[in-house]
Nanobody, 129 residues
Framework: QVQLVESGGGLVQAGGSLRLSCAASGRTFSSYSMGWIRQAPGKEREFVAAISRTGGATGYVDRVKGRFTISRDNVKNTVYLQMNSLKPEDTAVYYC??????????????????????WGQGTQVTVSS
């Protein structure tokens, strides 16, 4: 199992930047594909970005491409989401999630948020206009 703790959320003006971090427990972090999923008030959860267990492959939902960057450090057991050019519609609770992918291809990452097995508690991101 893995436990996930997010940090880095907050209030920012439109056009600003935030960097979210997700610290994972356990010694097998490099076996997990990692993702960021968000949920805005009154809306369903939405896949935002994901990264393969080696960090060699990444994917994004179209509306954040070119603005958000996901990365990971398998020594520090941490995954990051750098968010630039933030928009009010990015306002949501952002969740870090993990899926054990040790038997999957090294470039595998889920883009369906229901495929993730472990979740953090979430961190609020609010973008003011």
């Amino acid at each position: 199992q893995v436990q996930l703790v997010e940090s880095g959320g907050g209030l920012v003006q439109a056009g600003g930047s935030l960097r979210l971090s997700c610290a994972a427990s356990g010694r097998t972090f490099s076996s997990y594909s990692m993702g960021w999923i968000r949920q805005a008030p009154g809306k369903e959860r939405e896949f935002v970005a994901a990264i393969s267990r080696t960090g060699g492959a990444t994917g994004y939902v179209d509306r954040v491409k070119g603005r958000f960057t996901i990365s990971r450090d398998n020594v520090k057991n941490t995954v990051y989401l750098q968010m630039n050019s933030l928009k009010p519609e990015d306002t949501a609770v952002y969740y870090c999630a993990a899926r054990n992918s040790q038997y999957s291809r090294t470039d595998y990452y889920p883009t369906d948020w229901t495929r993730y097995d472990y979740w953090g508690q979430g961190t609020q991101v609010t973008v003011s206009s």
